[in-house]
């Protein structure tokens, strides 16, 4: 049930609350060392992402489009069972973000739209037995509230995001003592006296409450925007970080709140806060450390913001869990295209938590979202043993006591084969034998790649099974079939189902088990990835670069190269588009083409000729472009996401009507010596040749090597029409000056002369 909200009255922002008096954590609670252990995935899914754990080890998080928690059967929290957390009827996929001590979930459910995504808030109530949740969204299924929950408390109090008049404000849920919610609408009572000082006319609000403790302390964010010129984009923007608590402890909803600005760490006004502990410590991120360079994860305690530093050679860093023992987790990194490294700060330390695992776990952690008060952090990262292209996060669980064994599947590649099935084989390793009498057991299933990579039925057969370890044994195997075709390319069959070069799909593991059912081993890694390589030909076309010709017709031939001989007779359609070089009868530059190359059963390559156009003309060397057009490919691919050298190449005409002419070196070191002349001999006849097997920088081929003096000589000669006053144009002028030209197209993008 949803009530109005009462009168709004301020009362003035309480400083006498005693302030926090925190000691370090001492020596012997500092963590040096964890396991990894991998949480698996709910059945059917292949990536996973974990959000928040409580102090009895329950993780939640969610796993593809199903929210999910995970409940520990053993003390360490190494083992448990992961349980589907359901999705409200009527929406597309559920995400769980909070989880409180005693088990209430906060979370979110949502609906795909044809323009837009809509969310509702939602908790998951747990039983008696704490084995069961029972859904519940805000609002009614007709008239769901729109927004976001993401914290709640041992108290069942729920914050997160209420959407109002199209923009998100902070929003806080009371239980009703009836099993309904009252809503309050933090920035509608927040106090008008707290709002700092703002640089101009633009609009403030608190858009969201991000984290709330078992003492109803919440954490909030406010928002300033300012839009000067109207067009839709904020000219100046800043954030604040704001404490919040009921002064009376008689319910927010009463209206009557108390506000803390946190502040930032410097002059500039940009902060944004994450979590809030037991003890009212504060985490979160705020630009303007290192004057006022970068974004620095803060703990804000005793009413003063700590800098918490980078790691090593960092410049930003975000704080995202606090425990009540003062444990910070977040993750640092050198920039925002750099990967993130996840960090775990302790007694004034920031450590890489990358370094307080096993080398050889198979992990590459990005991000640490949670901590407990056994330091126990939730995260993701990824396996870099894989094509990280094709890899997705995934979630992990870092263990102070892992004694289980563990158990592990290893990845594998296959060639695809023209027909029929190939039979792969996967390793299932577990760390220690099964004792005398015992057996383990673990359940696999095959899935498709995340992006859609291999498809099931098309490139492999689904498969699922169980496969047990006898006494004494640590090693089996699962087979899975893998489907041959000559599908190459964009070419479909009659179903329209197409390759796109190499593809992949996944084998995950699940439920390891002895024969009374207990659980007998926690995952290393529970997901391996099939990479099946394409055996059909990859083909890539090559720039040709000639000298234009005066008169006449010169031809440019390009050369269609094949990865392997072609099985069959291979054919594409090709045509060519103007550049800075026009077809037409306005320009004539060259004549536009287009047809069809056909590369005989056997062959490697093949060619076509494009004519360019001769006159006298002076003016700049242009360019124009031939494509390959990838939907008509038939026993062959070019390769997906191809580049120079797959789906187009340049034809670059080079002019010999130069409009202007060189000035002779200044410098009798900057003569050519006799072997510098057999270079440029062979500069010459490259000019007339396709520069099939030259290096390519930003589409421009470069052949020949330079002497470094030359180039020194001629890098900054000026031409002018005077320097050739007996109108004759010798070649070793018109040399001299490519050689020039090739030389600072080579410099210009990184290629060694």
Request: contains cysteine; negative net charge.
């Amino acid at each position: 049930m949803f009530v109005a909200l009462k009168h709004c009255r301020r009362r003035p922002a309480a400083r006498s609350r005693k302030p926090l008096h925190l000691e370090n954590l001492e020596p012997r609670f500092l963590l040096s060392s964890y396991s990894v252990v991998d949480l698996g995935f709910l059945p059917g899914e292949f990536h996973s992402q974990f959000q928040d754990i409580n102090n009895t080890g329950q993780v939640v998080g969610y796993c593809g489009e199903r929210a999910m928690v995970w409940t520990p059967t053993s003390a360490g929290g190494v083992t448990g069972v992961m349980t589907d957390l359901g999705v409200p009827t009527g929406y597309d996929g559920a995400l769980a973000k909070a989880i409180s001590s005693n088990a209430l979930i906060a979370g979110t459910a949502y609906q795909w739209g044809v323009s837009a995504t809509t969310t509702v808030p939602c908790v998951w109530i747990p039983d008696s037995t704490g084995c069961s949740w029972t859904l519940q969204i805000f609002g009614t299924a007709a008239s769901p509230v729109l927004g976001e929950a993401l914290g709640v408390n041992q108290l069942g109090t729920v914050v997160g995001t209420v959407v109002v008049d199209s923009t998100e404000h902070a929003c806080v849920w009371e239980s009703d003592g009836s099993g309904g919610y009252v809503t309050t609408d933090l920035n509608a009572i927040f106090p008008s006296l707290e709002v700092p000082d703002l640089p101009g006319n633009g609009t403030f609000w608190i858009h969201e409450a991000a984290a709330i403790n078992d003492i109803n302390q919440i954490v909030a964010n406010g928002l300033y925007l300012e839009d000067a010129d109207g067009d839709g984009y904020a000219e100046v923007s800043r954030q604040w970080g704001f404490l919040v608590e009921d002064p009376d402890n008689d319910g927010f909803h009463t209206g009557e709140i108390n506000v803390t600005n946190l502040g930032a760490l410097g002059s500039r006004q940009y902060t944004y806060v994450t979590d809030i502990n037991n003890q009212g410590q504060i985490v979160g991120s705020s630009a303007g450390a290192r004057n006022n360079q970068g974004w620095h994860a803060f703990l804000w305690q005793n009413e003063v913001m700590q800098d918490l530093g980078t790691l090593p050679k960092d410049v930003s860093s975000y704080a995202l869990g606090i425990s009540d023992t003062g444990l910070v987790v977040g993750y640092s990194e050198q920039g925002a295209a750099t990967y993130p490294h996840p960090f775990l700060w302790q007694n004034g330390r920031m450590t890489d938590l990358s370094t307080m695992i096993p080398a050889d776990s198979g992990w590459l952690l990005r991000q640490a979202y949670a901590v407990n008060d056994q330091g126990e952090i939730v995260g993701i990262g990824e396996d870099p043993r894989t094509d990280h292209y094709s890899w997705p996060l995934r979630g992990f669980l870092l263990s102070t006591s892992a004694t289980l064994p563990t158990i592990s599947i290893g990845d594998v590649s296959v060639t695809e084969g023209d027909s029929g099935t190939t039979a792969v084989q996967l390793e299932v390793t577990l760390s220690e034998p099964p004792g005398p009498g015992q057996t383990v057991s673990v359940d696999y299933y095959t899935t498709g790649c995340y992006n859609d990579s291999a498809t099931a039925g098309l490139d492999f057969i689904t498969a699922a099974g169980t496969v047990s370890f006898a006494e004494g044994k640590t090693s089996q195997v699962v087979t899975v079939q893998v489907k041959g075709d000559l599908l190459a390319g964009v070419n479909a069959d009659v179903n329209n189902n197409t390759d796109l070069g190499n593809e992949y799909f996944y084998v995950n593991l699940a439920n390891p088990r002895n024969s009374a059912g207990v659980q007998a081993a926690v995952f290393l890694d529970a997901q391996a990835m099939v990479t099946i390589l394409e055996d059909e030909p990859a083909m890539s076309i090559s720039d040709v670069a000639y000298l234009e010709g005066n008169d006449g017709l010169t031809p440019f031939t390009f050369t269609v190269l094949l990865s392997v001989p072609a099985k069959d007779t291979v054919s594409v359609e090709w045509h060519t588009e103007d550049n800075t070089a026009k077809a037409g009868e306005d320009y004539k530059d060259y004549v536009a083409a287009e047809d069809e190359l056909v590369i005989p059963a056997g062959d490697s390559s093949g060619t076509f000729t494009v004519w360019v156009i001769g006159d006298p003309v002076k003016e700049d060397w242009e360019v124009f472009s031939v494509w390959l057009d990838k939907a008509t490919v038939e026993n062959a691919y070019i390769p997906n996401l191809s580049n120079r050298t797959g789906g187009f190449a340049w034809g670059r005409i080079e002019n010999d009507d130069r409009a202007t002419k060189p000035v002779k070196p200044k410098s009798s070191a900057a003569r050519l010596s006799l072997a510098d002349a057999d270079d440029v001999d062979l500069l010459a006849a490259s000019q007339y040749e396709p520069m099939l097997d030259a290096p390519k920088g930003n589409g421009l081929a470069a052949t020949g090597r330079v002497n470094a003096w030359l180039y020194a000589a001629l890098q900054d000669t000026a031409w002018t029409d005077n320097d050739d006053p007996d109108g004759k144009w010798s070649l070793d002028d018109e040399l001299l000056q490519m050689l020039a030209y090739e030389t600072a197209i080579a410099s210009s993008n990184g290629i060694a002369r």
